[in-house]
Structures are given as C-alpha cells and as structure tokens.
C-alpha cells in the first residue's frame, strides 16, 4: 500500500474515520477540487453497526437520493410505551408519510464512502491515524498504520471523525472525555420471527425497563427488527446493565424470537464539545459529540458535519488560512443550526426527563393517547405534550418559551 508521503500535493485533506461523517467530509471536499485521504481503522467500512440505523426522509434526502438496497423499512408511525404499558401512537397522515426509513448500515455507509472515492478520494481501510504530527505547535498531519508498518502524511487540515471520545482530538490537546452519567451504555440485538408492527418504531420508558434512558425496536422487515436498549453508564453494574435489562425485555416480549446479532457501544447524550476546532483540525459526527442528547439519534448530525467541515476546510484553504479563529466559521455555524439548536435544547429536555419518576412518565404519556403529527419531530412531539400538561410549562421553566 502507498500513501502520499511528506512531500504532498496541493489543498490536501485527511480524513479519520470512515462513518457518515468522515464520508461525507471525504465526497465534499473532494467534489471542491481538495486531493483528499479518507482512513478507516476498520478492516470493512460500515461494520460492525453502531446505532438503531434511523433517521427521518427529508433528514436523508438532504444528502443522498435513498435507494432499495440499503433502506430495511419504511417507517409510517411511532409509539412511546409508558411504564405501566400504556402505548401513546404517534401516526403520519397529517406529515404526508414524511416520517422515516430504518437503514442497513453496512450497505449504506459502504454507498458513501463509494461516493466519496468516485468523487476522488483516496480510501484506506484497516489504516488507523495513530499520532498527528506536529511542528512548531501546529498539526501538520498524522502517522498512518497498517499491518505492522507506518507512514507519515502532511495535510493541510486533519478532519477527525473518529467516534466517540475521539482519540486523535485527544492527542492534539482537546479533551473529548465524555462524563460517565452522561454516556448511554447501549446493546442491540437484531432479532428475526418476532412479531411486531413492521410500520412503526417503539420506544419503551421507566426506569425498571431502562433507567435513565430508554429501549426501542425498529423494524427491519415483517418479522424482523433492532431491539436495542440504552441506559446512563452510571446505573450501569452487576447485575443491572444495559445487556440485563434487554435479556429481560426480549425473554417477555420476543420468547420465540431469534437473535442474529449482538452489537454494543457508547453513545453520547451530553452537550457537545465547547469548541470542535483547533489549528488545522476539525472534529465531526460523534468525534465532536453533536448526538441527539434526548434520542440518541447521529446519522443526520453526523452526516450535516462532515459536509459543513469539508465546505468550511475548503474556503480556508483557498484563503491560505487554517488557523483555529479561520476554522471557527465551521463551529459557529453548526452550533447557529437548526441542528445545532435542537441538540441544545433536547440536552434540557433530557436532563428534565430522566430525573422524573415512573408516576410522572406515566401521567405524561396517558394526557395523550394518540397524536397525528402535521411534522412528525422530537420538537413537534414536546410541544403537543406541553398542549396536554400545562404544569410542564413551569416544571421547564424558561426553555419552555423556546420550545413554543
């Protein structure tokens, strides 16, 4: 394998980490005319899957035309279970069916990173960014490895899209440590013969089902589907983890059912880094903890990221000037977001939710049986919840002026 060496071309990216955010980063700087590597840690692109794979149509159409072969299920329709099993529907008829698609990610995110390298991107994978280098106080690049051997490659601007906790962030002196109450601890299973409702995404609630934080099942076809679980890592131990509280739920729900997979992991639900630019490096997607802190959610989040780096790299580039105050345009602007707002203000909404007893969820959720949505969103949801509890206008106090 041969990797451009200290002696680079010109307007040169590198990009760490091959999820939609580092593919994203990847096509559009790419598509701006940038020489650009794109590097994966992993020996295949898109596995193995880290998330419950949602993400809603218009988010999608943003950024890809959706195609057969890596969409699973169409989504028409939602339901929140309460504690005491009371299910409040959500449905679709007034939001014109713009509700959702449940992915397949390894086809997916292997479809992206494929746009990427048609755009012009070099894509390595198994190739992990193990150091930046550094001169005179300022990332110049990173020491790439694969196999047992090493190179170094100069770039004008590293985009970190690393994951969680990112390492390479870490390295060039951000710390990206996520607090342990503030890190769900998740595990899903993809289970087949269960019977579910193939047009609609469950989420459970209550804190003997999954404390502080919630479990969910997204159809992946008629008798199949994600059933996964996420909790607060510091109600995570013996006895009562995340993987527990699932092997309960699937031993009432799904006795018959069969897993095919098991995948865990970390999400963030906390705010997102205070700055995701240093000189010459941006961080994106998780690497920079822009996760739904209320759902969970990263896919559009991920992907609006790496776009808006790349665009933002490219325009510094050709300015000649990738300084940390050039760079900032990219974290002003996400945070300026309507992206950016909602995370800040599901991160309020979070914290209010998971300090509330079971008795409080329960009387929430049952204020509201059923609900048709004209735009069927987190935001949309609150707001009708608020409509139906008027005592939760004062319990949230000045975010609920924002929310209205």
């Known amino acids: 394998m041969r990797w451009r060496s200290s002696i680079k071309s010109k307007d040169y990216v590198l990009v760490s980490g091959g999820g939609p955010a580092g593919a994203l980063a990847a096509r559009t700087a790419a598509q701006k005319g940038l020489s650009v590597c794109l590097v994966e840690k992993r020996p295949a ?21 959706p195609n057969p072969r890596w969409i699973s299920a169409e989504m028409t329709g939602a339901g929140i279970v309460a504690p005491d099993g009371f299910e409040m529907t959500l449905e679709s008829s007034m939001a014109g069916g713009k509700v959702g698609y449940i992915l397949d990610r390894k086809v997916f995110d292997r479809e992206l990173v494929w746009q990427a390298a048609d755009a012009g991107a070099d894509v390595y994978v198994k190739t992990r960014a193990s150091s ?8 110049k690049g990173a020491v790439l490895d694969y196999c047992g051997s090493s190179s170094k490659v100069t770039a004008d601007v590293v985009i970190a899209a690393d994951g969680v906790e990112s390492k390479f962030g870490k390295w060039c002196g951000i710390d990206t440590t996520v607090p342990v109450r503030e890190i769900m601890s998740s595990v899903q299973y993809v289970m087949t013969d269960i019977d579910i409702n193939p047009g ?59 897993t095919i997979e098991c995948i865990v992991g970390g999400v963030s639900v906390c705010r997102p880094l205070e700055c995701t630019v240093a000189d010459h490096l941006m961080l994106v997607g998780d690497a920079a903890r822009v996760v739904d802190p209320l759902t969970g959610g990263g896919i ?7 776009k808006l780096a790349a665009e933002v790299a490219a325009d510094c580039i050709a300015k000649g000037d990738l300084s940390k105050k050039a760079l900032m345009v990219y974290d002003r602007e996400w945070r300026a977001s309507k992206m950016g707002k909602s995370i800040e203000r599901n991160y309020h909404i979070k914290e209010y939710l998971i300090k509330q007893p079971d008795e409080k969820l329960n009387t929430i959720i049952h204020s509201v049986s059923k609900l048709d949505l004209k735009e069927f969103s987190t935001l949309t949801l609150i707001k009708e919840l608020l409509k139906a509890n008027p005592k939760l206008l004062v319990e949230l106090g000045a975010l609920a002026a924002s929310i209205r």
Request: glycine share 14%.
């Open 45 to 65: 692109i898109g596995a193995p899957v880290r998330c419950a794979e949602g993400i809603g149509k218009e988010a999608l159409a943003e950024f890809i035309q």
């Open 132 to 139: 930046p280098i550094m001169s005179e106080g300022r990332l």
């Open 200 to 258: 609609a995404t469950i989420f459970y609630l209550g804190n003997e089902v999954a404390p502080e934080g919630y479990l969910w099942v997204f159809p992946k076809g008629k008798r199949a589907a994600n059933v996964g679980i996420g909790i607060s890592g510091r109600k995570s131990g013996k006895g009562h983890r995340a993987k527990d509280y699932l092997d309960k739920f699937v031993k009432q729900k799904f006795p018959h059912g069969k």
């Open 300 to 306: 559009y989040n991920a992907m609006y990221t790496g």
